[in-house]
């Protein structure tokens, strides 16, 4: 499947070491995955346009990823990873999506694209939120619940239709 550093595992050398948080942050660690669609394979089947291929390559965007040196912890990394997989498990739904997307032009198209993007991108900001809440890891401090949802999270990316409404 062309979708690139699904299974990224990451480490502190992902991340700018701090002394200290930045201004208004609430945790002590950042991460910022970011997804990008490329290599559109087309095919014209009767009067639409429809995606046959599409590769998605998953990244960091290195300038936004930082990580308070004193608070290093394998703990903090493993909550860190969690937001990669949220992004990588909607990443894998937007490129099931794409494949057999059609439309009867190719801007039309591609503004069917942006919209899905834009929608999942939009999901993958609830998620996060919902993960990082008092009421479910609390960033990473409430050690249970971070264990749940890691379990749920291993199990959505192990399952090949796993989906981000799996997640609590
Ligand atoms: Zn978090």
Sequence with gaps: MPLNNFDRILTWQDFNQQLGQPGGANEYAQIHPDIAPSNFVLARV???LTITDVTIDLSLIADDCWVVTSRMTNDLLKHEQGHYDILAISAREFYNTLIGLSAATADALQRRVNQLKERFAQ?????DARYDSESQTNHGINTAIQQTWDQKIAAAK???RGRLTDLP
């Design 46 to 48: 009767r009067n639409a």
């Design 123 to 127: 999901q993958v900001t609830q998620v």
């Design 158 to 160: 192990a399952n090949p």
